[in-house]
């Protein structure tokens, strides 16, 4: 019996050192005195600047886009380009056989001199026959079939000197050059092929700097860009960002250059477009190769953003609930009861809130101990806990975009009604007594 009393002081002297080693509450979150009110941490809602940004889908296109063919029927003799390289303008890229369509240049040429020597002869026939018209050896028909005979040989000479031109430019068609500066890819057929027109394409090119993005966005959304942007400077007071597919943020950033004018009765959305500077990745010696960030076809994430910061009142994250019909904080009221306070949300960050109608600046927003707060009823009301406090300087999007606000997306409307506890706030984050976490905005 001494030996199970001696075991049992044993263990409560453990539990006891365990529970003094435990960490203090945090004073703002500590319980008051029973039947006392709650304590409470708040904030001031006050302005900060925020960077009004939109989230799309966009894709890469480039700005110019060429599909080199063969205009001529031959024999590819010889490929001058590397596949993959970037080319100039006029760059000669193949070399077809030459040799019947310079035969038929020399053709041509020898034809015209034929005609000329015939319209030679057939103007000084008509000479004479003019000149005898003058005595009784004359004959009007004679001097009518020279220059008959004369304007015809005229008329073939212009033909046969249309048909050099053609042969010159058929000849020409067998140098096959590119007609843009960019990237070309790879040949579709190689030295030795016959091609012509109905081969199909032999390669493409590709510009590469600048490049498009094109993105499409839903009619409603384009109403509301256009009423935010339009008096403020329109396509100049937007900037454009771009998140690769590996997740990382295209260190350029590029403006906004076109909107389409119709809507595609499909999706019900209209295609806008940006350009986005392309430069090499590395500044390197003389390479046929040039790596650049983005790529035609290439699916990016487009952030559509204000160009300067905007002011807004803003509150923590944390202090916004949500339920069936909206968002809400809990706001001090006359005699430090709890408000319940209906607002609108405009671009909100992961740790602030930006409240477009509802709220005031300077109103005191409840942010901690909300699990224990019911609308109408008193609370304590002590400053946030400084960490929070902290978070939400840091959090102020400078002129330089130290942190770009991101589009938020209303919570689900199935949450509990309002005077449940929210699920992991930063006062004691936990379920309340029907256990039911609130949603949080």
Partial sequence: MRSGM????????????????????????AQGEPGGAPVVGIVAARKEPITQTEQFIGRIEAKQRVDIVARVTAFIEKRFFVEGSDVEEGTLLYLLEQGPFQAAVAAQQ???AQVEAQLGNARLTTGRARTLLGGPAGQQSTYDAALANERALEAQLQAARAQLDTAQINLGYTEIRAPIAGQIGRTALTIGNVVGPGSGVLTTIVSQDPMFVIFPVPVQE?????????????FGAVLIRA??????????TGKLDFVNNTIATNTDTILLRGVLPNPPIFEQAKSPVTPRELLDGEFVTVFLEGAKPVEVVAIP???????????????????NKAELRRVQLGQSST??????????????????GLQRVRAGEAVSPRPADAVLQKMMRDSSVTDSGAETARPTTPAASTAPPAGQA??????????????SPRSRH
């Fill in 6 to 29: 001696a075991t049992l002081r044993a263990w409560m002297a453990a539990a006891t050192l365990s529970a003094s080693c435990l960490p203090p509450m945090p004073t703002a979150l």
């Fill in 110 to 112: 020898a034809q015209i």
């Fill in 222 to 234: 384009a109403i509301r860009l256009r009423a935010r942007y339009t008096p403020i400077g329109g």
């Fill in 243 to 252: 998140q690769l597919p590996d997740g990382r943020v295209y260190r350029h």
């Fill in 317 to 335: 994250r944390a202090a916004v609930l949500a339920d069936q019909q909206g968002s809400y904080v809990y706001v001090i009221g006359p005699g």
């Fill in 351 to 368: 740790t602030l809130a930006a409240v477009t109608n509802g709220l005031d600046v300077g109103e005191q927003v409840i942010a901690e």
């Fill in 422 to 435: 929210p699920a992991g706030t930063a006062g004691g984050a936990g379920s309340n007594a029907s256990g």
